[in-house]
């Protein structure tokens, strides 16, 4: 019995957790559904600017033009609120971690973060001009664009996920690196490998086209580099601070 009382805490604390998390993504679509509509036409200005004078957007289906600008507004309202379901799932784990490794899981979880930003941002302003600017562009002639705009909110969330995940291979090779799976010396004799890889993952996560794969696959080989920098320090901080504990038990 007293086996299961702390088990059903964790669990009713974990439950409690995930409520909150819940809440602050419906919070956040709550404030942004009113605007909906302008935040679809601020996401499709990328297409829009691409496509011929007489190139448009269409709702083949009749519910479209309500449910897709309504579940870009949701998913938007989750990417929102991923510093504070980080924080959430921080909470949660932080009183089992030892004192190093909260040191370590604090920048990661604000790192992570901003590297998930800064992948979207770099779909959105890098990656969607050239990609929807050579799909208009190689339109066979007296073919007229006109993109339905479910089609095109699928897309542009699949791209947003990809380089969103894409961007944090640093956050996932330090901890390779911290938890002993690998050593940073390891990865750059893989690298051939890692290149060959990325290409794969670019070709799994993106639309079937060459540029898209080639504009994620780039970024990751340069996280993946700046990854293994970033570990050869941290796997030293990590084992001083091992050593560290180590000292502080014996005394």
Same mark, same amino acid.
């Given at each position: 019995?007293?086996?299961?009382?702390?088990?059903?805490?964790?669990?009713?604390?974990?439950?409690?957790?995930?409520?909150?998390?819940?809440?602050?993504?419906?919070?956040?679509?709550?404030?942004?559904?009113?605007?909906?509509?302008?935040?679809?036409?601020?996401?499709?200005?990328?297409?829009?600017?691409?496509?011929?004078?007489?190139?448009?957007?269409?709702?083949?289906?009749?519910?479209?033009?309500?449910?897709?600008?309504?579940?870009?507004?949701?998913?938007?309202?989750?990417?929102?609120?991923?510093?504070?379901?980080?924080?959430?799932?921080?909470?949660?784990?932080?009183?089992?971690?030892?004192?190093?490794?909260?040191?370590?899981? /604090?920048?990661?979880?604000? &790192? $992570?973060? @901003?590297? =998930?930003? %800064?992948?979207?941002? *770099? !779909?959105?302003?890098?990656? +969607?001009?050239?990609?929807?600017?050579?799909?208009?562009?190689?339109?066979?002639?007296?073919?007229? /664009?006109?993109?339905?705009? &479910? $089609?095109? @909110?699928? =897309?542009? %969330?699949?791209?947003? *996920? !990809?380089?969103?995940?894409? +961007?944090?291979?640093?956050?996932?090779?330090?901890?390779?690196?911290?938890?002993?799976?690998?050593?940073?010396?390891?990865?750059?004799?893989?690298?051939?490998?890692?290149?060959?890889?990325?290409?794969?993952?670019?070709?799994?996560?993106?639309?079937?086209?060459?540029?898209?794969?080639?504009?994620?696959?780039?970024?990751?080989?340069?996280?993946?580099?700046?990854?293994?920098?970033?570990?050869?320090?941290?796997?030293?901080?990590?084992?001083?601070?091992?050593?560290?504990?180590?000292?502080?038990?014996?005394?």
């Amino acid at each position: 019995m007293s086996q299961q009382q702390p088990l059903i805490s964790h669990l009713l604390e974990l439950r409690t957790k995930l409520l909150r998390a819940i809440a602050s993504v419906l919070i956040v679509f709550i404030a942004l559904v009113y605007w909906a509509n302008d935040i679809y036409h601020y996401m499709a200005i990328p297409l829009m600017q691409s496509l011929p004078d007489t190139g448009s957007m269409i709702a083949t289906d009749v519910a479209a033009p309500f449910f897709a600008p309504f579940k870009l507004t949701l998913v938007l309202s989750f990417f929102i609120a991923v510093p504070y379901v980080l924080y959430q799932i921080w909470s949660f784990v932080a009183p089992g971690l030892y004192k190093h490794e909260k040191r370590l899981v /604090v920048p990661l979880l604000f &790192s $992570s973060t @901003l590297l =998930f930003y %800064l992948g979207i941002a *770099f !779909a959105y302003y890098v990656v +969607f001009p050239v990609v929807f600017g050579f799909f208009t562009s190689v339109a066979p002639e007296g073919v007229q /664009v006109a993109t339905d705009i &479910s $089609s095109y @909110l699928s =897309f542009i %969330l699949k791209l947003f *996920f !990809a380089f969103g995940l894409a +961007f944090e291979i640093p956050v996932a090779v330090i901890l390779l690196c911290w938890a002993g799976v690998t050593t940073p010396e390891d990865l750059r004799a893989k690298r051939p490998y890692i290149v060959v890889g990325a290409f794969v993952v670019g070709m799994l996560l993106t639309p079937p086209d060459v540029i898209s794969q080639t504009m994620l696959a780039v970024p990751m080989l340069l996280l993946f580099e700046g990854g293994l920098l970033a570990a050869r320090f941290y796997s030293k901080a990590s084992d001083e601070s091992d050593e560290d504990e180590t000292e502080e038990k014996q005394a």
